[in-house]
């Protein structure tokens, strides 16, 4: 017992200079060298979502799987060198190209997502199931499907958008626009001013919540076999 008031002194003391700034929020103080130092408050990475307008629709991700999507997924990866039992997707319809919606499949995965950057596939969908049509490394989301443009033809895809967060945390707008009928690697994403966004309608997929609060579900691909 004769310990605790020399603690409670001792704590007291390191507290004084924490208390003393506790109106300043630019700066942390931490004790280096017998010594404190105040180094800035990086700021907080700034959530992308929030530059979407309200009059885009947000999805976050279908919540029960597709067996023949899944099967398609599973083609995709096998005897690809793979750790398949870290591997989960999350996924949802959109429509790309003016006639049945394509599926879009985020990809997850130790040896995938080391970035943060999941992979993107995408399915279009036939009389016997789903075939792999494209995939794109790096994806950042969420994934925003403008509304397609009447003039555009059938059979040819619409550019997209992905929200990412730049170098200084704050959330940027990049575009896909479709190249010989495939589009471009995610690196490859151009930048699209915000007041571009404030034009579009449509619809956004994979963001972290949607209207009725539900978030993303990922199912697991471990232990998964074709059927």
Same mark, same amino acid.
């Given at each position: 017992?004769?310990?605790?008031?020399?603690?409670?002194?001792?704590?007291?003391?390191?507290?004084?200079?924490?208390?003393?700034?506790?109106?300043?929020?630019?700066?942390?103080?931490?004790?280096?060298?017998?010594?404190?130092?105040?180094?800035?408050?990086?700021?907080?990475?700034?959530?992308?979502?929030?530059?979407?307008?309200?009059?885009?629709?947000?999805?976050?991700?279908?919540?029960?799987?597709?067996?023949?999507?899944?099967?398609?997924?599973?083609?995709?990866?096998?005897?690809?060198?793979?750790?398949?039992?870290?591997?989960?997707?999350?996924?949802?319809?959109?429509?790309?190209?003016?006639?049945?919606?394509?599926?879009?499949?985020?990809?997850?995965?130790?040896?995938?997502?080391?970035? +943060? =950057?999941? %992979?993107? /596939?995408?399915?279009?969908? @036939?009389?016997?199931?789903?075939?792999? #049509?494209?995939?794109?490394? !790096?994806?950042?989301?969420?994934?925003?499907?403008?509304?397609?443009?009447?003039?555009?033809?059938?059979?040819?895809?619409?550019?997209?958008?992905?929200?990412?967060?730049?170098?200084?945390?704050? +959330? =940027?707008? %990049?575009? /896909?626009?479709?190249?010989? @009928?495939?589009?471009?690697?995610?690196? #490859?994403?151009?930048?699209? !001013?915000?007041?571009?966004?404030?034009?579009?309608?449509?619809?956004?997929?994979?963001?972290?919540?949607?209207?009725?609060?539900?978030?993303?579900?990922?199912?697991?691909?471990?232990?998964?076999?074709?059927?």
């Amino acid at each position: 017992m004769k310990y605790k008031p020399i603690l409670l002194a001792a704590l007291s003391f390191l507290l004084m200079p924490l208390c003393g700034e506790a109106g300043d929020i630019s700066t942390i103080s931490i004790w280096r060298n017998g010594t404190f130092e105040d180094l800035p408050v990086p700021p907080p990475p700034e959530d992308p979502e929030i530059i979407i307008p309200k009059k885009i629709k947000k999805h976050t991700s279908r919540p029960s799987e597709d067996p023949l999507l899944q099967n398609a997924l599973l083609a995709c990866f096998e005897g690809a060198g793979q750790d398949r039992d870290s591997l989960s997707y999350a996924w949802n319809e959109a429509d790309l190209d003016g006639g049945e919606k394509e599926a879009l499949v985020l990809v997850t995965g130790n040896e995938i997502d080391k970035s +943060g =950057r999941p %992979l993107l /596939l995408i399915f279009t969908k @036939g009389k016997e199931g789903w075939t792999e #049509g494209q995939i794109l490394t !790096g994806m950042e989301y969420p994934i925003l499907i403008p509304k397609r443009d009447k003039k555009r033809k059938a059979g040819s895809l619409t550019p997209f958008y992905f929200l990412s967060v730049d170098d200084e945390g704050k +959330g =940027r707008l %990049l575009k /896909l626009s479709p190249e010989n @009928g495939a589009y471009p690697s995610a690196a #490859g994403g151009e930048e699209a !001013g915000i007041e571009e966004i404030k034009k579009l309608k449509g619809d956004a997929f994979f963001c972290s919540a949607d209207r009725k609060k539900t978030s993303i579900t990922w199912f697991p691909l471990a232990g998964r076999h074709q059927e």
